[in-house]
């Protein structure tokens, strides 16, 4: 059996291991699953900034010739929580990320995933939130591959093992976004 794996790093984007809804002002906003328009392997998620991660994702994939990932609506439950937790436990300070990152995870509450990521992002607002993700995926992808036996977020973006994702996007009453992937 695979053990779970998680990564963990620090910067003016700060990257850790994690798909779910969006947040705002420190409360929760639940994930839509009204659509059914399974084209984009969205699987009836239809929140905007979600969708918009998944491609992110899918083209840092690609771009390595793994395949698509698909969004687990439950994974995505899971990634918001795991976000949300990961804020809360910091006091919603970027300065205590790195303390907090992947507690949940590490505590056993993977939700059936076999790896994450997390990662956040400061001044962020509704209308830069897509940006933010972007930006937070492109200092993961700029790891590049690890040393042998080693994991990092590079590697769980690109794993051709893995086929779904949850995705999790908190911002916080401060303007962090908190992100969290977690694959399967």
């Known amino acids: ?74 994974l995505c439950s899971c990634a918001l929580q795991h976000a949300s937790d990961c804020a809360a436990c910091a006091g919603f300070s970027i300065n205590n990320f790195g303390t907090c990152a992947h507690g949940d995870f590490k505590a056993g509450n993977t939700c059936g995933a076999t790896a994450e990521n997390q990662g956040i992002q400061t001044g962020v ?35 051709s093992s893995e086929t779904a994702v949850g995705i999790g996007l908190f911002i916080d009453i401060n303007g962090n976004l908190w992100v969290s992937e977690e694959f399967r």
Request: net charge negative; hydrophobic share 40%.
């Open 1 to 74: 059996m695979r053990m779970p794996r998680w990564t963990l790093s620090v910067a003016l984007v700060v990257l850790v291991g994690a798909c779910s809804h969006h947040s705002s002002g420190g409360g929760f906003v639940p994930l839509n699953n009204n659509g059914n328009n399974n084209n984009n392997n969205n699987n009836g998620v239809t929140d905007p900034h979600i969708l918009a991660a998944l491609a992110v994702l899918n083209q840092s994939r690609a771009s390595v010739g793994s395949p698509p990932l698909t969004v687990d609506a439950s």
């Open 125 to 159: 607002d509704s209308t830069s939130e897509d940006a933010a993700f972007q930006s937070i995926n492109s200092a993961m992808m700029a790891e590049g591959p690890p040393p042998a036996g080693q994991d990092n977020h590079w590697l769980n973006i690109t794993n």
